[in-house]
């Protein structure tokens, strides 16, 4: 497991995730068990991830952020997201990344977050 506060160097801002592989969907439930401590509601419905890339050897690399630079669980949180990924079955590796570009609004909150948090 490795987490980075670093920026993916050459990387582009959002990758297009894996959406295709069979694990993409057991990820996000993994992803969607893991709660920003301020904010009753998920972090992939938060639109903290921003993607999740699976290799052919299901090597995972995630690369999020969250929604403030200042936020008090950052070095904890990419510790979190991976732990919540690595007992999934088949699953090889797990990498979190966090970067602050681009950097989280509102707007990337799924509907459902909006609706929980009252903001529709």
Sequence with gaps: M????E???GAPLIAPSSTDHPLYDQVVEACRG???PEIPV?????????????????AINVTMTLTAPGCPVAGEMPGWVA?????L?????V?????????WGMDMMSDEARLELGFM
Excluded at 2 to 5: D, L, R
Excluded at 83 to 87: G, L
Excluded at 89 to 93: P, R
């Design 95 to 103: 990498d979190v990344h966090l970067v602050w570009e681009p950097p």
């Design 42 to 58: 998920n972090i992939y419905d938060l639109g903290l991830i921003y993607t999740i890339d699976i290799d052919g050897e299901n």
């Design 34 to 36: 893991v709660y920003d």
């Design 2 to 5: 490795m987490n980075s506060s």
């Design 7 to 9: 920026p993916l160097e």
């Design 83 to 87: 732990e919540a990924i690595e007992p």
């Design 89 to 93: 079955a088949g699953v090889k590796q």
